[in-house]
T-cell receptor, first 111, second 112 residues
Framework: NAGVTQTPKFRVLKTGQSMTLLCAQDMNHEYMYWYRQDPGMGLRLIHYSVGEGTTAKGEVPDGYNVSRLKKQNFLLGLESAAPSQTSVYFC??????????FGPGTRLTVL | SQQGEEDPQALSIQEGENATMNCSYKTSINNLQWYRQNSGRGLVHLILIRSNEREKHSGRLRVTLDTSKKSSSLLITASRAADTASYFCARPLSGGYNKLIFGAGTRLAVHP
């Protein structure tokens, strides 16, 4: 099992550009999450999904959109990137029983 | 902010010593989790302790939970250089669906 994978691993954008981060899990988990991690801070929840076709806002959703068209995939989109979105993005999945399984992260820089 | 507080922010010890990290929170919880993050990697789940448990062990890890003080501690015994990482506590965010809120973490450095 690959667990949770994320693509790309690194990306540099210019202000105003758009991009999509892909998260995939092979554990048949219903719940998936997107977090961002900034220096000196813990992870903050951006959006989450409790099943295929569902999404909901987390703590810091502004500037991001998500989609869960397939159970195994959870996409995070930035329509118009801003320097404040420079961060490391982590995807996680869970069966709902407590433990979350994390991907390796995507390091995004917005110039 | 709903985030918990962890202390210390950084901890530097020698191999073989014990490392203790603390986590405090403000609202009632039904469980609390601890995660490890190696530099440049994703988080890895270490242990989950439920509100009706006071102590839990996993290998060299011991976690305690005091719901009256709204605090938890993670003890790593006989530390190794490979334990060098950041350690985060996480508790459920309101609204269910296993959403988590993380503390800022403790950076542990274990020197050979």
């Amino acid at each position: 099992n690959a667990g949770v994978t994320q693509t790309p691993k690194f990306r540099v954008l210019k202000t105003g550009q758009s991009m999509t981060l892909l998260c995939a899990q092979d554990m048949n988990h219903e719940y998936m999450y997107w977090y961002r991690q900034d220096p000196g801070m813990g992870l903050r929840l951006i959006h989450y999904s409790v099943g295929e076709g569902t999404t909901a806002k987390g703590e810091v959703p502004d500037g991001y959109n998500v989609s869960r068209l397939k159970k195994q995939n959870f996409l995070l989109g930035l329509e118009s990137a801003a320097p404040s979105q420079t961060s490391v993005y982590f995807c996680a999945s869970s069966s709902g029983l407590g433990e979350q399984f994390f991907g390796p992260g995507t390091r995004l820089t917005v110039l | 902010s709903q985030q918990g507080e962890e202390d210390p922010q950084a901890l530097s010890i020698q191999e073989g010593e014990n490392a203790t990290m603390n986590c405090s929170y403000k609202t009632s919880i039904n469980n609390l989790q601890w995660y490890r993050q190696n530099s440049g990697r994703g988080l890895v789940h270490l242990i989950l302790i439920r509100s009706n448990e006071r102590e839990k062990h996993s290998g060299r890890l011991r976690v305690t939970l005091d719901t009256s003080k709204k605090s938890s501690s993670l003890l790593i015994t006989a530390s190794r250089a490979a334990d060098t990482a950041s350690y985060f506590c996480a508790r459920p965010l309101s609204g269910g669906y296993n959403k988590l809120i993380f503390g800022a973490g403790t950076r542990l450095a274990v020197h050979p």
